[in-house]
T-cell receptor, first 113, second 113 residues
């Protein structure tokens, strides 16, 4: 079992609809959760971080965390073609006094005009 | 405010050669992490440097080594290159006291022939 799992996709969503991306993790001790966006050939760009159970909203993006079920999700409202990218989920694993980010393989999102 | 910078952008080497990649962290950051990202995969953690010491290391052979300088910039060295070392190499910077939020540079695309 991978430590962080994501559906590889591609996930195809019509423009203007809500895109829903999911991520599950295995380490119950994980404390911090991140969503990064990565365009083809580019480096990951931080979209959101979430630390507590519940929802966190930032513009068109909402991150949802459920530690009991060990999943974190990202909702993108009013999807735009520019949202087409691979979305990476990253989870911290406590390592002594610091943290290590554990990454999923990413979900490819395609927004169809 | 300068973000994370990396050099070179692209690099082509042959098997058995050695390569050095460079990274300058975001202003105010003191910690540098290096990742290897193969096509279609999430980033794989190589190692992390803080106060000029390697603090954490992922599952990479000793051919991969690094260094951090007093100005917080860092180098990644790979010896005896293999074809399988072809990947996007990413540098991420963060603040040690904050711990987990990392910002990525543009990456170095290494091709080993």
């Amino acid at each position: 079992q991978k430590e962080v799992e994501q559906n590889s996709g591609p996930l195809s969503v019509p423009e203007g609809a809500i895109a829903s991306l999911n991520c599950t993790y295995s380490d119950r001790g994980s404390q911090s959760f991140f969503w990064y966006r990565q365009y083809s050939g580019k480096s990951p760009e931080l979209i959101m971080s979430i630390y507590s159970n519940g929802d966190k909203e930032d513009g068109r993006f909402t991150a949802q965390l459920n530690k009991a079920s060990q999943y974190v999700s990202l909702l993108i409202r009013d999807s735009q073609p520019s949202d087409s990218a691979t979305y990476l989920c990253a989870v911290t694993r406590a390592m002594d006094s610091n943290y290590q980010l554990i990454w999923g393989a990413g979900t490819k999102l395609i927004i169809k005009p | 405010d300068a973000g994370v910078t990396q050099s070179p952008t692209h690099l082509i080497k042959t098997r058995g050669q050695q390569v050095t990649l460079r990274c300058s962290p975001k202003s105010g950051h003191d910690t540098v992490s290096w990742y290897q990202q193969a096509l279609g995969q999430g980033p794989q953690f190589i190692f992390q440097y803080y106060e000029e010491e390697e603090r954490q290391r992922g599952n990479f052979p000793d051919r991969f080594s690094g260094h951090q300088f007093p100005n917080y910039s860092s180098e990644l060295n790979v010896n005896a290159l293999l074809l399988g070392d072809s990947a996007l190499y990413l540098c991420a910077s963060s603040q040690w006291t904050v711990g987990d939020t990392q910002y990525f540079g543009p990456g170095t695309r290494l091709t080993v022939l």
